[in-house]
Nanobody, 111 residues
């Protein structure tokens, strides 16, 4: 059974940095692409970025140059490093792979 568990969400000031992670079980992790999405309060879920099985990444324009996705196949995990955070980055962040979703982790960017 596939399980994705996000962690690391918290409150951070604008301009700050934060890394959230996603641990995967029940998958052959090294063969899977992983994606991050987010859902801001009162808005629809939106694409953040992805990393494929060989480590190639792609990002939404809204986060390009500020966010970095990395994977650790030894730990079956993927991370999202977020720098220069803005209030509009406030959202629940989800990881997903092959139609499976985690329950999300809340990131709040405010003073």
């Amino acid at each position: 059974q596939v399980q994705l568990v996000e962690s690391g969400g918290t409150w951070v000031r604008p301009g700050g940095s934060l890394r959230v992670s996603c641990a995967a079980t029940g998958v052959n992790f090294s063969d899977e692409g992983m994606a991050w999405y987010r859902q801001p309060p009162g808005k629809e879920r939106e694409y953040v970025g992805l990393i494929n099985d060989i480590g190639r990444t792609h990002y939404a324009d809204s986060v390009k140059g500020r966010f970095t996705i990395a994977r650790d196949n030894d730990k079956n995990s993927v991370s999202l490093q977020m720098n220069s955070l803005k209030s509009e980055d406030t959202a629940v962040y989800y990881c997903t792979s092959r139609g499976h979703w985690g329950t999300g982790t809340l990131v709040t960017v405010s003073y």
